[in-house]
């Protein structure tokens, strides 16, 4: 759970000439020296109503203002876990994610989790709301995320997010054969009968999925994808609604796992892919502190790789 923390105080006198994060320390026992420094870094520390750096050397009397958003946490342990980082700076890092990686610890999952490897790999990452973590991967859907290293990234990163200007594309295979792109524009929420699952319902949020084709087969079609909006399972829920659900997905491809007439080849390809084949090839992005565009890319994991060469020699 996220909370907003807001506090004030007053630079003793006697502490003329200190250094502000020194001060702080003073002044806010309760938390580290290190989330301390890092939010006066963020200006989510201010005196006077100015940021100044840590290292600034204070004249007493002046007033201290904290605002900031802490999450409320269990502590989580951090884990050497190896990670794929495509793009690194003092503000962001983007990774590419492995399958059979889960991003945060939850019910089942309390560690070996992208963000305990995350921890381990960033310490600092610790004071941040999710370690940094900014949005999310289904565990077998491989591709890239950005995660935050400052609280000010953070911020920016979360109403990129929200004003939909991080793009987000993707490729999959899917069952049947599309003849041209599209869109799907319908709610997702919770599944009436089994909470953990997501479905199209009236009752949920807007959700939007546009996909074109890149290459169709006989009995799939291998599709690029982009996301208006994020919500859970969305394109795995909208690609089935539409009746094209993501191949080798093990929850929402239906009681069928393989058209009629393909060949046992071809069935031994689905079969050893064990997930659904969904890869986050594309991410676009403002820098949260300079505004560069940065823009990073990854190939198709081996395993979906092999698949789309069966397909093709089946043609």
């Given at each position: 759970?996220?909370?907003?923390?807001?506090?004030?105080?007053?630079?003793?006198?006697?502490?003329?000439?200190?250094?502000?994060?020194?001060?702080t320390?003073?002044?806010?026992p309760?938390?580290?020296?290190?989330?301390l420094?890092?939010?006066?870094?963020?200006?989510?520390i201010?005196?006077d109503g100015?940021?100044?750096?840590?290292?600034?050397?204070?004249k007493?009397?002046?007033?201290?203002?904290?605002?900031?958003?802490?999450n409320?946490?269990?502590?989580?342990?951090?884990?050497k876990?190896?990670?794929?980082?495509?793009?690194?700076?003092?503000?962001i890092?983007?990774?590419?994610?492995?399958?059979?990686?889960?991003?945060?610890?939850?019910?089942?999952?309390?560690?070996?989790?992208?963000?305990?490897?995350?921890?381990?790999?960033y310490?600092?990452?610790?004071?941040?709301?999710?370690?940094?973590?900014?949005?999310r991967?289904?565990?077998?859907?491989?591709?890239?995320?950005?995660?935050?290293?400052?609280?000010?990234?953070?911020?920016?990163?979360?109403?990129?997010?929200?004003?939909?200007?991080i793009?987000?594309?993707?490729?999959a295979?899917v069952?049947?054969?599309?003849?041209?792109g599209?869109?799907?524009?319908?709610?997702?929420?919770r599944?009436?009968?089994?909470?953990?699952l997501?479905?199209?319902?009236e009752?949920?949020?807007?959700?939007?999925?546009?996909?074109?084709?890149i290459?169709?087969?006989?009995?799939?079609s291998?599709?690029?994808?982009?996301l208006?909006?994020?919500r859970?399972?969305?394109?795995?829920v909208?690609?089935?609604?539409?009746?094209?659900?993501?191949?080798?997905?093990?929850?929402?491809?239906?009681r069928?796992?393989?058209?009629?007439?393909?060949?046992?080849?071809?069935?031994?390809?689905?079969?050893?892919?064990?997930?659904?084949?969904?890869?986050?090839?594309?991410?676009?992005l403002?820098?949260?502190?300079s505004g560069?565009?940065?823009?990073?890319?990854?190939?198709?994991?081996?395993?979906v790789q092999?698949l789309?060469?069966c397909l093709?020699?089946?043609e």
């Amino acid at each position: 759970m996220i909370c907003k923390e807001q506090k004030n105080a007053e630079v003793p006198a006697s502490e003329k000439g200190n250094r502000f994060d020194q001060v702080t320390a003073i002044l806010f026992p309760e938390f580290s020296r290190s989330c301390l420094t890092q939010w006066i870094r963020d200006g989510f520390i201010t005196l006077d109503g100015h940021v100044n750096p840590p290292k600034y050397k204070v004249k007493g009397g002046e007033q201290v203002k904290l605002e900031v958003e802490i999450n409320e946490r269990v502590e989580f342990a951090p884990e050497k876990i190896p990670l794929n980082v495509v793009y690194d700076d003092q503000s962001i890092l983007v990774i590419d994610k492995p399958r059979d990686l889960v991003v945060h610890p939850g019910a089942g999952n309390w560690s070996g989790t992208l963000l305990n490897g995350l921890i381990f790999h960033y310490p600092e990452l610790v004071t941040l709301p999710r370690a940094g973590i900014v949005h999310r991967l289904d565990k077998d859907t491989t591709g890239l995320m950005v995660v935050a290293k400052t609280l000010q990234a953070h911020s920016n990163l979360v109403a990129q997010l929200q004003s939909r200007d991080i793009k987000r594309k993707y490729e999959a295979i899917v069952v049947g054969n599309l003849i041209s792109g599209g869109s799907v524009d319908k709610p997702i929420g919770r599944h009436q009968k089994n909470r953990k699952l997501m479905a199209v319902s009236e009752k949920g949020k807007e959700a939007r999925t546009f996909y074109k084709v890149i290459r169709r087969f006989q009995d799939f079609s291998h599709i690029g994808i982009e996301l208006d909006t994020g919500r859970t399972h969305q394109i795995r829920v909208h690609m089935a609604h539409i009746g094209h659900s993501i191949v080798g997905d093990p929850i929402y491809s239906g009681r069928s796992r393989f058209p009629k007439g393909i060949s046992d080849a071809l069935k031994k390809a689905i079969s050893q892919l064990k997930r659904q084949a969904l890869h986050a090839n594309s991410l676009e992005l403002s820098h949260p502190i300079s505004g560069k565009a940065i823009h990073c890319t990854s190939k198709l994991p081996n395993d979906v790789q092999v698949l789309l060469d069966c397909l093709s020699h089946e043609e």
